[in-house]
T-cell receptor, first 110, second 116 residues
Framework: QAGLTQPPSVSKGLRQTATLTCTGN????????AAWLQQHQGHPPKLLSY???DRPSGISDRFSASRSGNTASLTITGLQPEDEADYYC???????????FGGGTKLTVL | EVQLVESGGGLVQPGGSLRLSCEAS????????MTWVRQAPEKGLEWVAT????????YYEDSVRGRFTISRDNARNSLYLQMNSLRAEDTAVYYC?????????WGQGTLITVSS
């Protein structure tokens, strides 16, 4: 099944800003929006933003999401060591009648 | 507090069967769709199956359709995944998740290893 496209890796320095992207199509991201998940090694994913770009309670405002057309973005400001993790986007696909995920972006904080 | 607790994982031979369970608490289980997502070792997330709140509509990823069956018991606040004809490529951590607009809460996962 077709998934969403994410860059495999992004590296940024401490306290810098990282912007992660997720590209889909009009059947998923363009129509349904995208949610963002953070996963640390050995742990389950954690939701960072809902598909409408709202943050769940308890998620730092250093994480912000947006969307333009078929591409969703997650911006992380003031990078901290604990931000080093894998980040996934997800969306419901109307054509597939199922959830699609991006392949994940490994964020390294230098 | 929302909690999703999976059980039923383990080692199974190719062609074998396994049933996963997920016990939910902390929310109105019968009002939300539920989804199984899996993650193969060192790989990304893969959607497996989704079931609507009343259990009447089910969606499956192509590679599991016809082999896996998702079900729920709203009286027991429980979600299930019956897995038959298991293959090596089904080896993964299986997560129970709930949907509230997005897939928002995840269980800790249960590992399924398909190997002889």
């Amino acid at each position: 099944q077709a998934g969403l496209t994410q860059p495999p890796s992004v590296s940024k320095g401490l306290r810098q800003t990282a912007t992660l992207t997720c590209t889909g199509n009009s059947n998923n991201v363009g129509n349904q929006g995208a949610a963002w998940l953070q996963q640390h090694q050995g742990h389950p994913p954690k939701l960072l933003s809902y598909k409408n770009d709202d943050r769940p309670s308890g998620i730092s405002d250093r994480f912000s999401a947006s969307r333009s057309g078929n591409t969703a973005s997650l911006t992380i400001t003031g990078l901290q060591p604990e931000d080093e993790a894998d980040y996934y986007c997800s969306s419901w696909d109307n054509s597939l009648s199922g959830w699609v995920f991006g392949g994940g972006t490994k964020l390294t904080v230098l | 507090e929302v909690q999703l607790v999976e059980s039923g994982g383990g080692l199974v031979q190719p062609g074998g069967s396994l049933r996963l369970s997920c016990e939910a608490s902390g929310f109105s289980f019968n009002s939300l769709s539920m989804t199984w997502v899996r993650q193969a070792p060192e790989k990304g997330l893969e959607w497996v199956a989704t079931i609507t709140p009343d259990g009447n509509v089910k969606y499956y990823e192509d590679s599991v359709r016809g082999r896996f069956t998702i079900s729920r018991d709203n009286a027991r606040n429980s979600l299930y995944l019956q897995m038959n004809s298991l293959r090596a490529e089904d080896t993964a951590v299986y997560y129970c998740t709930r949907e509230a607009g997005s897939i928002d809460y995840w269980g800790q996962g249960t590992l399924i290893t398909v190997s002889s």
